[in-house]
């Protein structure tokens, strides 16, 4: 699993729901499906570009916001450089 999925997974997670929807709903509203949001969610799935349009447009927003959401998380936590 790779960081950045990760993270777009976390962010995606924090939109839906403060939008209080369900996965269900968003994959209805993205034209996507319901499992394919939880893998993407978990990490264990990377978008496309095609993908990052879609949800973003089943949360309402543009799909640079959604980049730019992932991007702010991503300066906001620091790397750890001590790998025990």
Same mark, same amino acid.
């Given at each position: 699993?790779? &960081? #950045?999925?990760?993270? +777009?997974?976390?962010?995606? !997670?924090?939109?839906?729901? $403060? ?5 269900? &709903?968003?994959? +209805? $509203? ?5 499992? +394919? ?7 264990? !799935? ?5 993908? %990052?349009?879609? %949800? #973003? ?16 998380? #991503?300066?906001?936590?620091?790397? !750890?450089?001590? !790998?025990?």
């Amino acid at each position: 699993m790779r &960081a #950045a999925d990760k993270r +777009f997974g976390v962010v995606l !997670r924090e939109l839906r729901q $403060e939008r209080g929807l369900s996965q269900e &709903a968003l994959a +209805f $509203e993205s034209g996507l499906n319901r499992q +394919f949001i939880s893998l993407l969610e978990l990490g264990q !799935r990377s978008p496309s570009l095609t993908t %990052v349009y879609k %949800v #973003a447009g089943g949360l309402g927003i543009k799909g640079s916001e959604l980049l730019a959401a992932m991007e702010s998380r #991503a300066r906001a936590r620091p790397r !750890r450089t001590d !790998r025990r």
